[in-house]
Every structure is written in structure tokens, then in C-alpha cells.
């Protein structure tokens, strides 16, 4: 097998494990009673350490310990919000209490809180410059705020201080390929799989770069790997989907299609859904956003007209609207911004809980002057990320389109673009794919697409010419008419630099970054149809949405 390692015996040590376990000792609990509290929390038992936790602290308020162990117990609760003071505390309390640090700094970063998290990550890289968690986490960081180039001198000295780590190599991986060097990129995830040939991730991070193409022993090796019953199940699931893709280069069809089937069914098993709350979240939102209401907050929000927001369902040709756009001297590329569903979640965790109103009905209750300092939040937090000075700047979200009624009300002058594929060809490109914990059955896959069809055309009706619509099949047809009504609707005269998007150097970090980089193309359009006798499940759900594209069906409307 071509990954098998040449030299040595047995699995190389885990430098990223190892670290933990130092963080882990280098404050040890004295106390018995936390100690039982401790271990009631990796038993899960976390009633019991709760009730033991607030006697204590009762107690003891002012003891960084107990003060962790509550942070922790939040964390376990998905209390993330209440978790973060909790962990301020514990380090005024404690500055020395490097485990306490790492978590907090963890914590920021995963709620997108960065400049806060680069304040922590430098006080960590302080105190142990060489710590691979720390430098992983500073990577991370620098490539979430799109410092690409920072990011890779970090990411080369993991991989020079633990060259047998194969997520160093798969990391280093990541980040050549969102900057374009995808030569380095390849070998990359290759050394990860040398140093652990059943690391599945690595597969499919080969496999997802899209242009690249699996040879023979590849294919070998992947069905070899699949052989084996003490395959774990993260690895068989991203190897099922990387043979996939390599079947499906070599017209294979029915072979890959059974590939991504099987991915698919192990990855639904962890997809917990809820269809009457997905289908009441349509008709909450229909009724909430009628247009007499939007009038009625005409005023209200921030008045910032900075912000291009693309949305839509994923593999709609997104990537594709923005690295066109991105190619204008005005508007700056900059990624997918987390802050709309951070300010989402934020209000379900503060003034929804509070007032007892779910969202998005919450949004009827808030004055003028809550709607604006929302909206100033999201460009204050966007700001890290404009590193040209442009007028106005993307944000590439498609999950953004379950939120288009706030950004209605909060950024009432943003743009809106709704990305828009065959549904077809963009469902089935969706189950082809990876999403870890949101890979849906076909017939699953058209009912969503049903749904956003239905949610965009009330918002065509409520809020008309607010949102523009880029067909992806029209824009393959006619790159420079399309263009040039996307700048129409920007205020921005046509630049012919948009017409060669694939030579304007950024860095992406989505499945299509190789497709961007490459002149436009019709090959995709109807690539779809090889795997038609197998998709019966999703043309059925999608039905007319289906029949009547690019066209909205008149029972939707």
C-alpha cells in the first residue's frame, strides 16, 4: 500500500495528546470534593456535579478551581455564553492556570470572538512558545480573519517539529490549498496519509479539492482500507466518500453512486432533525415578515450599505458569485462570516430566554434602537476582516438566506443575492459532500430546497427588488450579461477584470476553491444526470420546483 510508513513500529506518538495531558497536570486537584466533582463530570453525571458545584461555590466563590470545573460543566451543558465568564473569573483568580487559558482561548475562537481569542493565544504562546495546541490554535485563528500567509509559517514549523503527525500534514494541507498552491497542497495530504494511511480525512480532502484525480492504486488502497472491520467509523465514512468521487471520475457511476450512499446513510445516523420545527420555521417566518411589518421598521437598523450578502442553499454557484465579485476594485472577498447566526444565537440565548419570545418573533418586540445596535454589532465584528479599504465587502454565508428577514431589519441597506442552481444538480451535489453533522437523505435534501424556494419567494413578494437572483446555468450562458446586471444592482460600473475572476489571487477556503480558479465553465450544469437513475427519491420531493426551473411554482408563491 503506498501510504504504509518505511521505517519504525507502531503508531508515532500523538504530539497534540501529549500536550494535553502536560496541561492536565500541571494543576492537579487537591481537594477530595472536587475531585469527586471531577469525576461525577467524566462519568456525565453532571446533576450530581451541579448540585455539588453550587454548594461548594457558595461557599468558596473565589476558588479557581471549582470555578473551572462550573466553566467545564457548562461546556458540557452547551451553555457556551455562561461558560465564558465563568473562565474570565477562574484566570483573575488564577492567571498561571494554563488549562483554564487554553479553553477560554478555545472558547473565543469558537465563538468568533477573535481579537479576544488572539489576546489569550498570545499570553498562552508566551508562557510555552513551542506548544503545538497553542500554534494550531493560533493557525486557526489567523485563517479564520483571513491571514493566509501567517497562518502557513505556522503551520510548516508543526509539520518540521512533528513530521510524523498526520494532522499537522493534513492542516498544512488545508491551508496551501485555500491559498493556491495546490501542488504543496497534494503532497501534503499525501504525507498525512504516509504517516496514517487509513486517516480517512486526508482521502477526502484529496478527493474534495475537486480537480485533483485519483490514480489506480488509490483506488486500490482506499477499497483495501474499507476491507478492514477495525476501520474506525469517522475513517470509513470519509473514505466511502472519496471513493466516490474517484469512481465518479473514472464513469463509474453506479459504483460511486453506492460509495456516496453509503457515506451518506452512516452520516444521516448523527443528523438529529426535527421536520415540524423546520416546517413551522417556514410559516412563522411567512407570517412575521409581511410587508406592512417591514414598512413598519422602515428607519430602524443600521444604515450601513458596506455589506454584500450571498446566500442561498450550498453548491448554488455561491463561490462562484463571489470570486466574481470579489475581482471588482469596490467590493472585497472576505469569507463565510459567522456573525448573522452568532447574533441569532445570541438572542435566543439573552432576550429570547428573557422575554419568553422564540426567534425570530423576538424581532417584533425590539425597538428601533436594539434593531440598530444589532446591525452595528455585525459591522463592528466584520470589521477584522476588510484588510483593502474597499467600499463594500462580501459576506458568503448560504445559510444566511434562513435569515434574510434580519438582515432586512437590521442592515436595511445591505445588498442580497440569492445564489440559485438547478435543484438537481445542486441537491445531489450536496449529498456528494461531507457536511459532517447535517448530510440529509435525497428526498430530505428536496424538501429543504422546497422550503427555501418558498421562503425566497415570500420575501420576492414582501420585499420586492431587495434581493437580486443569480441563475448559475444564465450566468454559465452569458458570463458578461449576467455580470453586468449583478453590478446594476451593486450602484457598480462593469469592470472586465470580473470577467477573468479565476486570475484574481485570495484566498478560499470552500469545496469549489479549485472550480473559481478556473475559467467558467458548462461542465457541471448537467453532470447531475449520470446519477439520475438513482435519484427517484430527490426528483419526487422536489417536483415542480424541479419541473418549472428557473421558475418559482405558483403553489409556492
Known sequence: MRGVRAVGVGAPPDPFAEAAARLRTNRPLRKPQLQRIAAALRRAETDRAEANLRDYLARSPDDADATYLAAQLALRQDRRYAAGPLLAHCLELAPDFSQARYEYAKLLLGLHRFESAAGEIGRLLASDAGNPLFLRLKAALLEAIGEEAQSLVIRE?????????????????????????????????????????????????????????FDEADISDM???????????EDRVNLFFALGKAHEDEGAFPQSFECYAKANAARRLRVDYDWADIDSELKVQKALYTREFLVSRRGAGCQANDPVFILGRPRSGSTLVEQILSS???????????????????????????RGIDYPQILAELPPAELGALGEEYMERARIHRKLGRP?????????????????????????IDARRNPAACCFSMFKHNYNDTNLRLNELGRVYRNYVELMAHFDCVAPKRIHRVIYEEMVADPEAEIRRLLDYLGLPFEEKCLRFHETERAVRTPSSEQVRRPISSEAVVHWRHFEPWLRPLLDSLGPVLDEYPRVPEELH
Open 157 to 213: 514549523q508543526l509539520v518540521e517539529q512533528n513530521p510524523e503527525s498526520a494532522e499537522c500534514w493534513l492542516g498544512l494541507g488545508d491551508t496551501l490549498r485555500a491559498a493556491s498552491h495546490q501542488p504543496k497542497s497534494i503532497a501534503a495530504y499525501r504525507r498525512a496519509i504516509a504517516c496514517r494511511p487509513a486517516f480517512g480525512l486526508a482521502w477526502w480532502s484529496l478527493a474534495n479539492m475537486k480537480t485533483f484525480r
Open 223 to 233: 477499497r483495501r482500507l474499507l476491507e478492514d472491520g477495525t476501520l474506525a467509523q
Open 328 to 354: 471588482h476594485s469596490a467590493i472585497e472577498g472576505t469569507a463565510e462570516l459567522p456573525y448573522i447566526a452568532d447574533i441569532v444565537w445570541q438572542m435566543l440565548d439573552g432576550r429570547c430566554k428573557a
Open 392 to 416: 463594500f465587502f462580501i459576506d458568503k454565508a448560504p445559510a444566511n438566506y434562513h435569515h434574510t428577514g434580519l438582515i432586512l431589519m437590521i442592515l436595511p441597506n445591505a445588498r442580497i
